[in-house]
């Protein structure tokens, strides 16, 4: 054999490899495929900087214990690039071992880049230096704006395809998202918007990933960008484009507290009942947002739902006669057998219920503390402290680096005047911020 040939017969050996190892993720109107297979999906979201690096194959492989095919991730911007063009991707920013953590455990990734991405995450996962940039408008048709999110976008993708992450090259990830509910906040927009989000498509289409893109919440999504749908319920849900099977990307399982808000609880009946009616539906893939742990059987071929909230029903199929409970849906994997009840699901639910200790009893022996804040180069923006006759945007004084502004003023009274009899009230006309209550009253 002479060098050439050996050359090639390895040339070959290296192509035959990538491509046994590599996924053809494609999709017709009713699913996901995965090699030529019609997919059921069931996926989870974990945000891998909200747990620590060693925490991570525990909690992936608790979801793969519970059913789950696939973890879902957003990438947070602001964590990874804090100031401009200085990456960060070290301990629980490291996207890398977070995927390869998913991989090892034989699930696949869904890789939601934005990269904005709103996440209940300071900003929406923005860095303050893209807000600070001379002529930027976030989230629209604006060249300083888009240029960076195509840098830190191509950035992403050339990170994972250089470790051959990507299903089409034997890797795990069988959809990427560019955006994230842009759908909901485009009209005002106008044309900008339009253009933008056809920049958007083009943007990330043309980065070649070779799996499906998706964009959550937004109707007729530039093809070819799948459209999918956020929501406590999406049964009902119809992707604009009828080649786009129906997938789900948040079936929030829970929400944040507002302040002073009741704790929302969303019992998993429901959220199961919302399960089964999606896939009886048509879903080919749904999210969990974020993930709790449940089984659910997914191969089912019936599916008896009774959609009435408050009464039971006795349905009669195929000869035999099924109770469904309210609200709820059974299914029968062999179309005869029930398996699975989603008023029946039995789940353990856990409530965190803030209690006093011993020490907080007395309100008195509560002590306050103080812990100073890293401001030098935040305050002010490093300028120290201002006056000024109004309240101000937070983010322009602080720079993101505190979640704290102390407003001080002084009046001064004279000892005769008949206000210090009385009640003074100090109103801030405001409406963008929040303080303790709307108006803060202060009896002297
Ligand atoms: C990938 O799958 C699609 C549909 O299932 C098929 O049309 C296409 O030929 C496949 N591509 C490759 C490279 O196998
Ligand atoms: C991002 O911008 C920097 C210049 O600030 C440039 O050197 C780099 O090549 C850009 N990266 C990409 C992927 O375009
Ligand atoms: C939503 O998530 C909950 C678990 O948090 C699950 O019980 C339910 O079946 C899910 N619903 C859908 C439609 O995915
Ligand atoms: C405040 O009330 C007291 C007693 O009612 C009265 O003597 C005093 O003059 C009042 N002061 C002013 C500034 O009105
Ligand atoms: C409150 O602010 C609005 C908008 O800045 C202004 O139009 C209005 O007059 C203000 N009201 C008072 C009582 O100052």
Redesign the pocket.
């Known amino acids: 054999m002479n060098r050439f040939n050996i050359l090639f017969s390895s040339l070959i050996f290296s192509f035959a490899l990538f491509l046994s190892n590599a996924l053809?993720v494609?999709h017709d109107s009713r699913s996901i495929?995965i090699d030529?297979n019609h997919r059921i999906i069931l996926s989870g979201s974990i945000h891998y900087l909200r747990s620590t690096a060693q925490m991570w194959p525990d909690l992936i492989r608790k979801a793969k214990e519970g059913g789950l095919d696939a973890v879902e991730t957003y990438v947070f911007w602001n964590a990874h690039e804090p100031t401009r063009r200085q990456y960060d991707f070290s301990g629980n920013l490291d996207l890398i071992r977070f995927l390869k953590t998913i991989q090892d455990q034989g699930l696949y990734a869904i890789l939601r880049i934005g990269p904005y991405t709103c996440a209940e995450w300071n900003y929406g996962g923005f860095p303050v230096w893209l807000h600070n940039m001379p002529g930027v408008s976030l989230r629209t048709k604006n060249d300083v704006f888009m240029n960076e999110m195509k840098n830190f976008t191509t950035l992403i993708v050339d990170m994972v395809k250089k470790e051959k992450l990507f299903a089409s090259q034997g890797g795990n990830i069988i959809l990427a998202q560019v955006e994230n509910e842009y759908g909901n906040v485009m009209d005002p927009y106008g044309d900008d918007g339009k253009s933008y989000i056809n920049w958007c498509a083009q943007m990330a289409n043309s980065l070649d990933i070779g799996v499906p893109w998706i964009m959550c919440q937004q109707a007729a999504a530039p093809k070819p960008m799948l459209e999918t749908c956020n929501g406590w319920y999406c049964d009902e849900y119809k992707p604009k484009d009828p080649n786009t099977p129906k997938m789900w990307t948040e079936n929030w399982t829970g929400w944040f507290k507002s302040w002073g808000g009741a704790d929302p609880l969303r019992t998993a009946e429901d959220l199961s009942y919302s399960v089964a009616r999606f896939f009886q539906k048509g879903g080919t893939l749904q999210n969990y947002y974020m993930v709790t742990i449940y089984q659910t059987k997914e191969k089912s071929s019936c599916f008896l739902s009774n959609t009435n909230t408050k009464t039971d029903a006795n349905v009669d199929f195929g000869g035999i006669s099924y109770f469904v409970p309210a609200w709820s849906i059974s299914i029968l994997p062999d179309c005869r057998e029930e398996a699975y009840n989603t008023a029946k699901v039995s789940a353990q639910t856990s409530l965190m219920v803030k209690k006093l200790n011993k020490a907080e009893d007395e309100p008195s022996s509560l002590k306050w503390t103080w812990r100073p804040e890293l401001i030098e180069s935040a305050s002010v923006q490093g300028r120290g402290d201002v006056s000024i006759n109004k309240i101000v945007d937070q983010k322009d004084m602080a720079n993101d680096a505190s979640d704290y502004l102390w407003y001080m003023t002084s009046i001064d009274v004279a000892k005769d005047d008949p206000m210090l009899n009385g009640t003074v009230t100090l109103r801030v006309n405001d409406t963008g911020h929040v303080l303790n209550g709307q108006n803060m009253v202060t009896t002297m």
């Open positions: 053809n494609t495929i030529g």
